[in-house]
């Protein structure tokens, strides 16, 4: 199985500043298409996951561009440009390059 | 619009069976796949499974093989999760999610609004 691991485990945030959260996998995450299969989950207080960011950089729909995500091989990060209120939550990296898909740990962004 | 709409909260015995439900509707449900995910209480989310309607080929983590079934039922756009014997470990939150699974893309794109599971003596 590939190891997904993320870092911070906690991140608290002042609003208006910005974030950043790592996403490390055991193996490289780019497929031979050149498509690199991880993925950026949120999961608000109470609520189902939604998706963030898929293929490591395409926000999906309704993703406010504050949201980017970047890196390669190994070694991803989401960023939030100006942190607010609303994105607190648990963000989760998961990679689809094979099954059994994985998560990260979780990283809980809290505001300060 | 594209929904998952999952069965309600379960409680249980140890030892009782238990299939949960997840319907799909304002999509094709046999063109994409369709995923379990499982949240124990305070803790992050864990791959268990993916099924495809259309053929219901399916996919388990290793973690979850042989304790758990998936299957699906593409006449009625519902893909199910069971277990044949409950244990308390087994208490959680389990979610559905559309899986669109194309070269280009691959992601859990919607989510059903989880089913909570119980299962206490």
């Known amino acids: 199985d590939i190891a997904m691991t993320q870092s911070p485990l906690s991140l608290p945030v002042t609003p208006g500043e910005p974030a950043s959260i790592s996403c490390r996998s055991s193996?490289?995450?780019?497929?031979?298409?050149?498509?690199?299969?991880l993925d950026w989950y949120l999961q608000k207080p109470g609520q189902s996951p939604q998706l963030l960011i898929y293929l490591g950089s395409n926000r999906a729909s309704g993703v406010p561009d504050r949201f980017s995500g970047s890196g390669s091989g190994t070694d991803f990060t989401l960023k939030i440009s100006r942190v607010e209120a609303e994105d607190v939550g648990v963000y989760y990296c998961m990679q689809a390059l094979q099954t059994p898909y994985t998560f990260g740990q979780g990283t809980n962004l809290e505001i300060k | 619009e594209v929904q998952l709409v999952q069965s309600g909260a379960e409680v249980k015995k140890p030892g009782d069976s238990l299939k949960i439900s997840c319907k799909g509707s304002?999509?094709?449900?046999?063109?994409?796949?369709i995923g379990w995910v499982r949240q124990m209480p305070g803790k992050g989310l864990e791959w268990m499974g993916i099924?495809?309607?259309?053929?219901?080929?399916?996919k388990y983590s290793p973690s979850f093989q042989g304790q758990v079934t998936i299957s699906a039922d593409k006449s009625i756009n519902t893909a199910y999760l069971q277990w044949s014997s409950l244990k308390a470990s087994d208490t959680a939150m389990y979610y559905c999610a559309r899986f669109y699974g194309s070269v280009a893309t691959k992601t859990f794109d919607y989510w059903g609004q989880g089913t909570l599971v119980t299962v206490s003596s």
């Open positions: 304002g999509f094709s449900f046999t063109t994409y796949w």
């Open positions: 099924i495809y309607p259309a053929d219901s080929d399916t």
């Open positions: 193996q490289s995450l780019v497929h031979a298409s050149g498509y690199k299969y």
